[in-house]
């Protein structure tokens, strides 16, 4: 059972447009969302993070809201660059730090 | 500041041996997660220790894998009597505690021939 599921596994872009990237989680107790990408052979590297009292975190390019009440978070980068084709995760916290991923979105920001 | 540092990064094992992976966290980080990613999967909660504590094991299956974090020296994750199965990334994090400020290693790509 997914508690967190990111339901497209690709995404193709032009460079300079929004990448928007979605995840859903099931877990009400969730208190914490962050977002990681990953190159290939690499380990993730966190991106942003938004509290589960917000509802907008924003960081330069990236910004991630949060819906509560539909339990969906995005990732929103502006604009996208080429740099940024990698694998993005979503991930959801519970208190001792244990994040629950989901399975990733290849993102692919064509020149 | 160096940052999580596994090793080895890549590790070849035959059917029934043991594999030993290290995780040395960053520095001022008491916290360790151990993680595996699959292929074509999203990274799988395994295991969650502090010093010479084992906090949640969750995630572990119940034979064959064990983790430590001694008083002295990197967090070990430590599989006996591999299967192909086996095979995967394996990544650790640490963190001051919680899940902020968390940090992923490089991870330890193993593969059981």
């Known amino acids: 059972d997914q508690q967190v599921k990111q339901n497209s596994p690709s995404l193709s872009v032009q460079e300079g447009r929004i990448s928007i990237l979605n995840c859903d989680y099931t877990n009400s107790m969730f208190d914490y969302f962050l977002w990681y990408k990953k190159y290939p052979a690499e380990g993730p590297t966190f991106l942003i993070s938004i509290s589960s009292i917000k509802d907008k975190n924003e960081d330069g390019r990236f910004t991630v809201f949060l819906n509560k009440s539909a339990k969906h978070l995005s990732l929103h980068i502006v604009p996208s660059q080429p740099g940024d084709s990698a694998v993005y995760f979503c991930a959801a916290a519970l208190s001792q730090g244990n994040l629950i991923f989901g399975k990733g979105t290849k993102l692919s920001v064509k020149p | 500041n160096a940052g999580v540092m596994q090793n080895p990064r890549h590790l070849v094992r035959r059917r029934g041996q043991e594999a030993r992976l290290r995780c040395s966290p960053m520095k001022g980080h008491s916290h360790v997660y151990w993680y595996r990613q699959l292929p074509e999967e999203g990274l799988k909660f395994m295991v969650y220790?502090?010093?010479?504590?084992?906090?949640?094991e969750s995630g572990m299956p119940k034979e064959r894998f064990s983790a430590e974090f001694p008083k002295e020296g990197p967090s070990i994750l430590r599989i006996q009597q591999v299967v192909r199965g086996d095979s995967a990334a394996y990544f650790c994090?640490?963190?001051?505690?919680?899940?902020?400020?968390?940090?992923f290693g490089s991870g330890t790509r193993l593969t059981v021939v």
């Open positions: 220790l502090q010093k010479e504590n084992i906090i949640d």
């Open positions: 994090a640490s963190s001051p505690g919680g899940a902020y400020g968390y940090t």
